[in-house]
């Protein structure tokens, strides 16, 4: 089967606590995206990558950090830094990253919590 | 930084009625996207709107757009149980290559 996928689809840290949140896809798509979302809110840009080693910062990439060492995989590492990290975390990929025309294939999102 | 705004911001409706939601953008685009998301769930697209285009169809949905107004509609009809959700739409600009969502509509389907 092609997709996108993310794991865990819930996971719990404690304050202070740096946590990585796993992307994988078999779509062979070039670009690939990570989102937030907030209750009742849209999807907020946090990191893209356009192509393997190249990342760049979304709208609300303070707190975060990524890595693109294969097409296929696109973590999010999700630092103590991050004032306010509980949320949910929305994958994503696309044959290009262009705004243009692509369209983007979501991941079944993971619930991060903060105790 | 926010483009779309989908309005209403929450719908609910009789089965088997029709269901009409908005969105507006503020800038020139490309193209115009919408997405639905069941709850707890990532986003499925739905279609893709052009900005040379005025109105597309796929099965039930119905998807305009008016560039003069910087608006779009996405009609569902005759609606089912199974379209409770929650409906973005997502605008590509002509000079920055992300996609930009907007907050959504949450649609409820009553039986």
């Known amino acids: 089967d092609g997709g996108i996928t993310q794991s865990p689809k819930y ?105 | 930084s926010q483009q779309g705004e989908e309005d209403p911001q929450a719908l609910s409706i009789q089965e088997g009625e029709n269901a009409t939601m908005n969105c507006s953008y503020k800038t020139s685009i490309n193209n115009l996207q919408w997405y639905r998301q069941n709850s707890g769930r990532g986003l499925v697209h739905l279609i893709l709107i052009r900005s040379n285009e005025r109105e597309k169809h796929s099965g039930r949905l119905r998807v305009t757009l008016d560039t003069s107004k910087k608006s779009s509609s996405l009609l569902i009809t005759a609606s089912r149980a199974a379209d409770t959700a929650s409906y973005f739409c997502a605008t590509g600009q002509n000079r920055d290559d992300k996609i930009i969502f907007g907050k959504g509509t949450r649609l409820h389907i009553l039986p």
């Open chain 1, 11 to 115: 996971l719990f840290r404690k304050e202070g606590q740096n946590v990585t949140l796993s992307c994988e896809q078999n779509l062979n798509h070039d670009a690939m995206y990570w989102y937030r979302q907030d209750p009742g809110q849209g999807l907020r840009l946090i990191y893209y990558s356009q192509i393997v080693n190249d990342f760049q910062k979304g709208d609300i990439a303070e707190g975060y950090s990524v890595s693109r060492e294969k097409k296929e995989s696109f973590p999010l590492t999700v630092t103590s830094a991050q004032k306010n990290p509980t949320a949910f975390y929305l994958c994503a990929s696309s044959i290009t990253l262009a705004g243009s025309t692509d369209t983007q294939y979501f991941g079944p999102g993971t619930r991060l919590t903060v105790l």
